[in-house]
């Protein structure tokens, strides 16, 4: 009772640590709540009856924040909490109760804690009736293990590494924690897991599991997956059947757990809960060096999951029937145009109407059902989503998804800064466009992205007016101000990443026993399920070169523009003396669009002198709901003393906007801060928020039968016209 009670303390003061960086009070720790929170969990591999005594905390906790109105508590402590219940070895079923009227309780609350909160109770109904059955789903869809049944969830994590932006340090540190973990936990070994897993939390202390994971050490390959399907069996059938029928559960895992430890081995009297790992998931690491890179691997993932997809394994190619001249049998073209009615078939007149027979054929999908497709998979954004909304509507996630299970995830997580996620929304969007024009041959899953700030390479080929480390992760630090437990969670690994990978390896201890990086990243992917969606833009650029055909390129982050003086007109220089402005300013129009929360925003035009301006997407700070662009132009102002500088003005709000330069002068764009994607010689540029490919093509068709196509018809109409990034995070958009 002792050692009780001294565990529970040492909970609940961690516990009151990580709720105390909630409220900011940082100057007590010695860490962050991230690392509170990696070592709480931690603790659950070193004693696994710990997994009661932090259930009871934490949700003590909840129920005291729901009462005293700290709401900004709970989406970290459900989160904390339901990682705890998935790798707990046993939990009492008065904690899942409580648990579940909990969860229950806050579907009252506002978006997005009635979302969580929902989900979390659906799973914890599950999990009541058959224990572990989070633990189980969890490992066999990361881990890609093979099932009997007929469909089989696969998931497939991408981790791109842009060796231009991220340090060679970093992407080895990356790339040795990820091998040796799959090194160390292979299939054979996570089929172990979920079976001593999934009895242990359905028996408890009515079993001997070390004795069970002897048995299992020394059985064959082919002997593992065969206790191993029984269980996922088992699992399965106990969880489609209604009621919450726990004792048959039981009763099912017992007779398992007797025909594997079938040999006359002493049981040990007092049974104890063993330790059981939780594998992290098969992540793959790329060198982003390709820009078609991100579109080649989902290719890749389709292919692999083509042989579990229904539509496919639906159709069965039926016995043909035998040529009357020989063994051989009739070959019947699988791709056909005719009707497939027998009189219609050519020849028909001329067989014996025995022989006739219905082809099995499959009929080829035309630009209808390709339509049908397409406002399938793109009719999945969330409503609201053109420029001029609040961001609070069309950056949340709206809906649960009503079948998570149907189809394989496919997770992309990014390394790096602005610079990084510039580069993902260009590849996304050209994977959409790709998407669009073969919707039947292109990926269909789950996509979801996720974003891990880490600092670049500090020797970066940027310009003299490089940017300071804070300002090239502002979409990040925009997801740690509406969502502070991503903050603490996922903005502290910037300079973390950076720090361990310059760290010496220590030669005695295991690469695999403590892998923070991974931990924290796969906590990231298990539990980031709330996308925030961003605007991505597009920019039509002009030059002054007229034999030079315009180009369009995409922005997620900024634009930024900067004036420089074309050749030609350095050579005719006039010998009068020039002013600051001359040399550092010249004549720009502009056109823009106001940006107003109604959508009826008015058309502006202004001339002005100016040496820059920067045309920022990302708002400043959470208070700035407005989904639009944010114009900041820098003039020449003349101070009290006759002097000229240079000072930015205020910022314009607009939806769409249009820039020339009004002299021999021609503008240079860099996109997202990447002195990779730089335009020189621009005479003109425009910028308009990026449409939906899918929807473009389906407004194209649509202009053909119904006219001019200003206005939507036929499919496009019902489908979203913007292409919107959505980034996950663990809460979304905090109200």
């Given amino acids: ?60 906790e909840l129920e005291k924040a729901e009462l005293g109105d700290n709401l900004h508590y709970i989406i970290p402590l459900l989160h904390t909490l339901m990682y705890a219940i998935t790798k707990a070895a046993y939990i009492s079923d008065e904690l899942y109760e409580r648990v579940y009227v909990f969860c229950k309780k806050i579907l009252t609350l506002p978006k997005p804690y009635c979302t969580i909160g929902l989900d979390y109770a659906q799973k914890i109904k599950t999990e009541k009736k058959v224990p572990g059955f989070s633990y189980q789903k969890m490992v066999v869809s990361e881990q890609n293990l093979k099932r009997q049944q007929d469909f089989q969830q696969q998931d497939k994590v991408l981790l791109f590494l842009d060796p231009g932006l991220v340090s060679e340090a970093v992407c080895n540190t990356l790339l040795r924690e990820t ?92 049974s104890k809960l063993q330790r059981i790992p939780l594998p992290s998931p098969n992540i793959s690491v790329h060198l982003w060096t390709d820009d078609d890179q991100l579109w080649k691997e989902l290719m890749l993932f389709t292919h692999e999951t083509q042989a579990t997809d229904g539509e496919i394994e639906s159709f069965k190619m039926p016995e043909l029937a035998m040529d009357s001249e020989g063994n051989e049998q009739n070959r019947i073209s699988v791709w056909s145009n005719d009707s497939g009615i027998e009189r219609d078939l050519p020849g028909a007149e001329e067989k014996e109407p025995a022989k006739l027979h219905r082809k099995p054929c499959i009929k080829k999908k035309g630009p209808d059902l390709d339509s049908a497709v397409l406002l399938q998979n793109l009719t999945k954004a969330p409503k609201g989503s053109r420029t001029g909304t609040l961001q609070r509507l069309s950056g949340q996630s709206t809906e649960v998804s009503s079948c998570p299970d149907t ?47 880490v600092h670049g390479e500090q020797a970066d080929s940027m310009s003299d007016t490089e940017e300071a480390p804070s300002e090239m992760h502002e979409l990040s630090k925009y997801l740690g101000q509406v969502d502070p437990w991503y903050d603490r969670n996922i903005n502290t690994l910037c300079d973390r990443i950076s720090r361990i990978a310059l760290m010496p390896l220590c030669p005695s201890r295991d690469a695999a026993s403590d892998p923070f990086i991974l931990d924290v990243a796969s906590y990231y992917l298990r539990y980031g399920l709330q996308p925030v969606y961003f605007q991505i833009y597009n920019v039509k650029i002009h030059f002054r070169d007229l034999t030079l055909e315009p180009v369009e390129d995409v922005f997620l982050t900024e634009l930024k523009v900067e004036m420089q003086d074309c050749a030609f007109a350095k050579l005719n220089t006039m010998t009068r003396k020039k002013t600051v402005a001359d040399f550092r300013g010249a004549g720009i129009q502009v056109h823009y669009k106001k940006a107003l929360a109604s959508n009826r925003g008015k058309d502006a035009s202004l001339v002005l002198r100016s040496a820059g301006a920067i045309i920022k997407a990302i708002p400043n700070k959470d208070s700035e709901d407005l989904v639009c662009l944010n114009i900041c132009t820098d003039e020449p102002v003349k101070s009290s003393s006759g002097r000229s500088s240079l000072g930015n003005s205020e910022g314009r709000k607009a939806s769409s906007v249009q820039m020339r330069s009004l002299e021999l002068r021609t503008l240079s764009l860099q996109l997202d801060k990447d002195s990779r994607r730089t335009y020189a010689n621009v005479s003109s540029f425009e910028v308009a928020p990026c449409q939906e490919p899918g929807y473009s093509l389906q407004k194209m068709r649509a202009s053909r039968v119904h006219g001019d196509g200003k206005e939507d018809g036929g499919l496009s109409r019902y489908m979203t016209k913007s292409l919107l990034l959505p980034i996950n995070t663990f809460a979304g958009i905090i109200q």
């Fill in 179 to 270: 091998q040796v973990c799959q090194m160390s936990h292979t299939s054979v070994l996570c089929m172990h897991y979920v079976i001593t897993n999934s009895i242990q939390a359905g028996l408890g202390n009515d079993c001997d599991i070390a004795l069970l994971q002897r048995v299992l050490e020394n059985q064959t390959t082919e002997e593992v997956e065969l206790w191993f399907q029984e269980v996922l069996s088992a699992v399965e059938r106990s969880e489609q059947e209604g009621g919450g029928n726990r004792r048959r559960h039981s009763e099912r895992l017992r007779e398992i757990y007797d025909k594997i430890v079938t040999s006359p081995q002493e049981e040990d009297p007092e």
């Fill in 407 to 453: 189809l394989p995830t496919a997770r992309v997580i990014v390394l790096g800064d602005d610079r990084a996620l510039g580069r993902l929304a260009k590849a996304y969007y050209s994977f959409r466009k790709r998407e669009a024009r073969r919707p039947h041959r292109t990926l269909k899953a789950n996509l979801q992205f996720f974003c891990i700030p």
């Fill in 1 to 60: 009772m002792d050692r009780s009670a001294t565990e529970a303390d040492m909970v609940h003061q961690k516990v009151q640590a990580i709720l105390r960086g909630l409220d900011g009070q940082h100057a007590a720790l010695h860490s962050d709540p991230g690392m509170m929170r990696w070592t709480l969990h931690k603790s659950l591999d070193r004693n696994p009856y710990s997994g009661n005594i932090m259930v009871g905390v934490l949700i003590k």
